[in-house]
């Protein structure tokens, strides 16, 4: 099983930035494979809605309201993505969560699954 640790949330003042972090791994033996990442956030009282995502190729999308603020990126040797958040607003208040599209070799065969992280606070005061 693949797990997914997140990590760069915080307060921040409106104008602020932030780097989001989410890096993959599994226990010993396990062999896997990313297609693709992706950072999600969820406000209070609202649904998780996609921020911006890459794949295996490292095209990535963006929700509109991030567009030209924020920048996504991964390393896959790291097994890593990233999320640079600039000139950040109240309204990007949420927790974001990180999602990993990937394969798993089970007994010779190749399984689709996805692995989601905690979850990291960012609140950007005004």
């Known amino acids: 099983q693949v797990q997914v640790v997140e990590s760069g949330g915080g307060l921040v003042q409106a104008g602020g930035s932030l780097r989001l972090s989410c890096a993959a791994s599994a226990a010993s033996g396990t062999i896997f494979s990313i297609n693709g990442m992706g950072w999600y956030r969820q406000a209070p009282g609202k649904q998780r809605e996609l921020v911006a995502s890459?794949?295996?190729?490292?095209?990535?999308t963006y929700t509109d309201s991030v567009k030209g603020r924020f920048t996504i990126s991964r390393d896959n040797a790291k097994r890593t993505v990233y999320l640079q958040m600039n000139s950040l607003k109240p309204e990007d208040t949420a927790v974001y969560y990180c999602n990993i599209d990937h394969r798993v070799l089970d007994r010779a065969t190749w399984r689709h699954d996805d692995a989601w992280g905690q979850g990291t606070q960012v609140t950007v005061s005004s």
């Open positions: 890459i794949v295996s190729d490292g095209i990535p």
